[in-house]
């Protein structure tokens, strides 16, 4: 197997401006690798060799003429190798949204994330697998069938981007794009072992992304480390014209050194993420992580966040509610299949209710009874109410802290089917995860374990409003001083 796989982000770009290979041999070497590996691992729905190769000899001639002649910047991002989750448009690739409603849908254009990282030079090499329409913690609501975790093969990845955290970990990609509307970036990253960022919500434009609950959904990145992360995250962050919520703030330029001193940086732990159920290893490995950030120089503090324990209920109120609106729009007519019927509601019956998948049916009536006449004030106009709570536990605990350090999920990787028939269950390995998409707060999860079993454990850092730079410093120091990111899975 090609060691060009076996390359971080940086390693890529200076490899490809020295010469060292050409871009053509890294792209040949990802899709040799995505042919051995992924009829097992089923990371990717669609992958675009013939493109990506075409791309890649436009960026070699490019090269070539910058080493004879090196005036100028080059594209910052040029010729590296890109995975985008299946619910991001990109032009003349199908997007499914892991859905049947959408199959044989191709958009005619870009999402804002993906348009920026095409124009700093990226290649997508594909679209990979996630949860029907996002709606999920472990990929296996997808409509084409489960990824599989590669560090066990009989686990899951993580949802609903575990397309993306699949493919990162076992090197079928460098970078990837996921979504992250209820930790949807940071529990795959921690079930395969990989870094992730849930960027402030109007921080990434959501432009071209397939809405699922659209006051919560936030365009992530998943790579090796905070220093890919960090590149990626500071070119497709900025205001957009076309997504009104997108706020206009500067976005800094991010440079990590090689410092690792914490000495300024205070830590909050908050004592309601430490709960009854959790795997004690998941719950070690977090304390040692947090001991470390402290031999850092860091300065720990126990925070409350009293409002925790109601983030689920909440999330799944006010989620639900939306994604009965959002996807109201799959009705046969204008995107994918259409079965036939007489009459325009046979067409709308037949079309969702064969094409929709179960969670989807679940989430979509959940969502309309919480918004109909006589019980919107009691469900959902009061889970907005407690929301702006959760909210202000935050706003509170920023002004003591500037980081709170957590676990990301209760447990690591569970079995594939060990929660099909337990949907309460799936909605709790969400419980640490919530709280952050419903304040809006930014996160970054990376490795800090293992557990009995050799699988991953991941701890998040969460941030206040648009500080997303402090979480890559504060990790990026962790990452400097150990090595959990630096392991594969066989």
Known sequence: MSELTKLNLQGVIQGLRRGEFSCRELIQAYFERIQSLDFTINAYLYTDEEGALR??????RTLAEWRRSPQGELPPLLGVPLAVKDVLCVKGMPCTCG???????????????????????AIVLGKTNTDEFAMGSSTENSAYGVTRNPWNLNRVPGGSSGGSAAAVAARLAP??????TGGSVRQPASFCGVSGIKPTYGRVSRYGLVAYGSSLDVVGVLGRNMEDLALVFELMAGVDPRDATTVDLPVPHIHLDRSTDLSAIRVGVPKEYFIPGMQPQVEAAIRQAILHLQELGATVLE???????????????IAPAEASANLARYDGIRYGPRLGGEAMW??????RGEKFGPEVKRRIMLGTY?????????????????????????ERAFQIVDVIAAPIAPTTAFAIG?????????????????????????????????????????????????????????????????????????
Do not use: C
Not at 101 to 121: M, R, W
Not at 175 to 180: I, K, P, S, Y
């Open 346 to 351: 046979e067409i709308f019956f037949r079309t």
């Open 99 to 121: 859905s049947k409603i959408l199959e044989g849908f191709v958009p005619p254009y870009n999402a804002t994330s993906v348009q920026k990282l095409l124009e700093a030079g």
């Open 370 to 394: 919480a918004l109909s006449a006589g019980y919107y004030d009691a469900y959902y106009g009061k889970a907005q109410k407690v929301r702006t709570l959760i909210k202000q536990d935050f």
């Open 418 to 490: 060990e929660h099909t028939d337990d949907p309460l269950a799936m909605y709790l390995e969400d419980v640490f995860t919530l709280p952050a998409n419903l304040a809006g707060v930014p996160g970054v999860a990376f490795p800090v374990g293992f557990d009995q079993q050799g699988l991953p454990i991941g701890m998040q850092l969460m941030g206040n409003y648009f500080q997303e730079e402090l979480l890559f410093r504060i990790a990026h120091a962790y990452q400097l001083t150990t090595d959990w990111h630096l392991r594969t899975p066989q």
């Open 55 to 60: 791309k890649a000899e436009m960026v070699d």
């Open 175 to 180: 970078v990837a794009l996921g979504t992250d």
């Open 303 to 317: 925070v409350s966040l009293p409002h925790t324990e109601y983030a689920l209920p909440v999330y799944y109120l």
